[in-house]
């Protein structure tokens, strides 16, 4: 038919052969081996020599004298959004606890009645060790009080240490500024949610 042929003028037929005969030296891998080890020895001879020269050859960053830029999207280690006045932001409405499919975060909410502040984290823990950076706190949060920062060296020599509580967490807004403005982007928002602090 038109159609059957139109496809084989299209398209190019490709022979696979699946029984070839190998022969003693590719049954042993060695020239694919081989081949792999020349590819490795010119990138590392390359590499060597644009670092002797001073010219790069390729992206190499001297870590950690050298740090990359992270784009804005970017997700480090969550961290709560601290006010003018030092208090989380967070209202302790449990739904970051809730969306999180590790089960790292606790929140144990409170009331300050001397700042007229109805609920607030009285403990916020994050345990970092079980932590997937997955940003789901981030957006389940109605008050942009958590967000994910781009803090990732997080290494530790005990499991302890890796859980984080809310004085380690607060981090000021304007140090927070550019996962913000991100966020706020991503929902087509202007501004922040109205907070108690604007109450």
Request: aromatic share 8%.
């Amino acid at each position: 038919s038109m159609v059957a042929h139109a496809a084989v003028t299209l398209y190019r037929v490709v022979t696979v052969k699946r029984h070839e005969n190998l022969g003693l030296a590719e049954r042993t891998y060695l020239p694919a081996i081989l081949k792999g080890l020349a590819t490795t020895s010119r990138h590392f001879f390359e590499n060597l020599a644009g670092w002797l020269s001073g010219k790069r050859t390729a992206f190499v960053v001297q870590y950690p004298e050298e740090r990359v830029d992270y784009p804005d999207a970017f997700r480090g280690m969550p961290v709560l959004v601290a006010l003018d006045d030092g208090l989380p932001k967070c209202v302790a409405c449990g739904l970051c606890e809730f969306a999180c499919p590790t089960d790292c975060i606790t929140i144990i909410p409170g009331e300050l009645p001397e700042r007229g502040i109805e609920r607030y984290p009285e403990a916020f823990d994050i345990d970092m060790s079980r932590c997937m950076f997955c940003g789901l706190c981030e957006e389940a949060c109605p008050e942009e009080a958590i967000v994910m920062s781009r803090e990732v060296e997080l290494a530790s020599y005990d499991r302890g240490s890796m859980l984080y509580h809310k004085p380690e967490l607060l981090v000021p807004a304007n140090l927070l500024k550019r996962r913000l403005e991100f966020i706020r982007a991503e929902y087509d928002r202007q501004h922040a949610p109205r907070s108690r602090s604007a109450e």
